[in-house]
């Protein structure tokens, strides 16, 4: 049990550290993803 909560103590920081990250790349993803739904939708119609 003392080896599982240095583990977590270990990986949270880096896991926080990461999404410092990846929350702006996810958004910038989806909104590409929109956006090229979006164009294929108007050129579809």
Same mark, same amino acid.
């Given at each position: 049990? +003392?080896?599982?909560?240095?583990?977590?103590?270990?990986? =949270?920081?880096?896991?926080? +550290?990461?999404?410092? =990250?990846?929350?702006?790349?996810?958004?910038?993803?989806? =909104?590409?993803?929109?956006? =090229?739904?979006?164009?294929?939708?108007?050129?579809?119609?």
């Amino acid at each position: 049990m +003392e080896l599982f909560s240095n583990l977590i103590q270990q990986i =949270v920081p880096a896991t926080m +550290e990461s999404f410092g =990250v990846w929350i702006p790349l996810a958004f910038g993803l989806a =909104v590409g993803v929109a956006y =090229v739904i979006a164009s294929a939708a108007r050129r579809s119609r």
